[in-house]
């Protein structure tokens, strides 16, 4: 059972752009929200996370939209640039069980100069 | 730094063999997870330690697989019988709370 789907599998952006991903999730007892970066040969970073008692956090150029009603959130980066090109995956968590994470299969986003 | 770190980087090993992955978590985090991650894939949970509770284990694919942690702190992944399918990145992460932090992952290659 596929928890947390991600599209789109992979993006291609112009340096400047904005790039968007986007999560949907089954489990409405899920209440804690990652993202993370995934560059080539590294372990996934932790870039920003929501809690559903907001619908919005940014973090620089990064911003998660929350949809609470439609059991979605998606990931924004503003003014893309080229060192942002990386493997990003959405994540979902019950901090009740501990934060034991369901990963979406992840997202490729490529930003050309 | 004072991330997680694993060892070895890169485990190449033959087919029926076992082998065992290390994983030193972040100093202070009760909470140690290992998931793995195969070519172009995403994230698999295998098992998740919680302070002196029993782990949860419903992620370990067969029974090859175990882990245990030591002392709340260093874990050891052991793969038993090692099988082509074995091969993929192993991921060890840590939390004190929310965020959970990664290492860099060990490869096993089975050849």
């Known amino acids: 059972q596929q928890q947390v789907k991600q599209s789109p599998q992979s993006l291609i952006v112009q340096k400047g752009g904005i790039s968007i991903i986007n999560c949907a999730y089954e489990?409405?007892?899920?209440?804690?929200f990652p993202w993370y970066q995934q560059f080539p040969g590294k372990g996934p970073a932790l870039l920003i996370a929501i809690r559903p008692d907001v619908s919005e956090k940014k973090e620089g150029r990064f911003t998660i939209s929350f949809n609470k009603s439609a059991k979605q959130f998606s990931l924004h980066i503003m003014d893309s640039q080229p060192g942002d090109s990386a493997t990003y995956f959405c994540?979902?968590?019950?901090?009740?069980?501990?934060?034991?994470?369901?990963f979406g299969e992840g997202t490729q986003l490529t930003v050309n100069p | 730094g004072a991330g997680v770190s694993q060892s070895p980087s890169n485990k190449v090993t033959e087919k029926g063999k076992d082998v065992e992955l290390r994983c030193d978590p972040i100093s202070g985090h009760t909470a140690l997870y290992w998931y793995r991650q195969s070519l172009g894939q995403g994230l698999e949970f295998l098992i998740y330690?919680?302070?002196?509770?029993?782990?949860?284990k419903s992620g370990l694919p067969s029974d090859r697989f175990s882990a245990e942690r030591t002392g709340g702190s260093v874990s050891t992944l052991t793969i038993q019988r090692t099988q082509q399918e074995d091969s993929a990145v192993y991921l060890c992460?840590?939390?004190?709370?929310?965020?959970?932090?990664f290492g860099p992952g060990t490869r096993l290659t089975v050849l």
């Open positions: 489990n409405t007892a899920f209440d804690y």
């Open positions: 992460a840590s939390s004190l709370m929310d965020s959970v932090f």
């Open positions: 994540a979902a968590s019950k901090r009740a069980s501990g934060s034991r994470l369901t």
């Open positions: 330690f919680q302070g002196n509770s029993a782990p949860d």
